[in-house]
């Protein structure tokens, strides 16, 4: 899609402690949006028994996006 997006990704422990992990955006700029697919890899050490939460923010209310989210 074309909607400028946010992606926060936290990890929350067996103590309930939760920590911001990573912030990207996506079509936050003009050559992004010409993009058909945009690709951001986050790389989440030190998280074994950890909790990951992941929060989509669309930030555009005429515009749509479409996600896929995949572990490895």
Do not use: Q
């Not at 422990?13 to 010409?34: I, L, M, P, Q, Y």
């Amino acid at each position: 899609g074309k909607g400028k997006m946010c992606v926060i990704v936290c990890t929350t422990d067996k103590n309930g402690n939760t920590v911001k992990v990573a912030e990207k955006w996506f079509n936050d700029s003009s050559s992004r949006k010409k993009k058909k697919n945009e690709k951001r890899t986050i790389a989440i050490s030190n998280s074994k028994a950890k909790v990951v939460s992941v929060h989509f923010d669309g930030k555009s209310v005429a515009n749509s996006f479409k996600y896929n989210v995949s572990l490895k």
